[in-house]
Nanobody, 124 residues
Framework: QVQVVESGGGLVQAGGSLRLSCTAS????????MGWFRQAPAKEREFVAA????????SYADSVKGRFTIPRDNAKNTVYLQMNSLKPEDTAVYYC?????????????????WGQGTQVTVSS
């Protein structure tokens, strides 16, 4: 049974920073490609960032490139989403996901395991 659990959401002012954390259990953590997605009210879930199983490759949505990073620590079974220079349009529920199989995954349908989501609210 694979469990994905996010933490670290909250309320932050525009221009501020926030770090989300995510753990995935059930298999050796380095077997998972990991990703972050987000869903704002009345919008579809969208890709934010992904990192390869080894951590050697990352991918970002254009909207967050240069502001967000997705480091992972396989020794701690944890992936992070470091969010800097936050904007009100970053407000959403953020989901962490784990994929078994691909080296890195950029689309939601490649991910088989999802967390419950954590709310991030950026005030103007």
């Amino acid at each position: 049974q694979v469990q994905v659990v996010e933490s670290g959401g909250g309320l932050v002012q525009a221009g501020g920073s926030l770090r989300l954390s995510c753990t995935a259990s059930g298999r050796t953590f380095s077997n998972y490609a990991m990703g972050w997605f987000r869903q704002a009210p009345a919008k579809e879930r969208e890709f934010v960032a992904a990192i390869a199983r080894s951590g050697g490759s990352t991918s970002y949505a254009d909207s967050v490139k240069g502001r967000f990073t997705i480091p992972r620590d396989n020794a701690k079974n944890t992936v992070y989403l470091q969010m800097n220079s936050l904007k009100p349009e970053d407000t959403a529920v953020y989901y962490c996901a784990a994929a078994v199989g691909p080296l890195i995954a950029r689309t939601a349908n490649e991910y088989g395991y999802w967390g419950q989501g954590t709310q991030v609210t950026v005030s103007s």
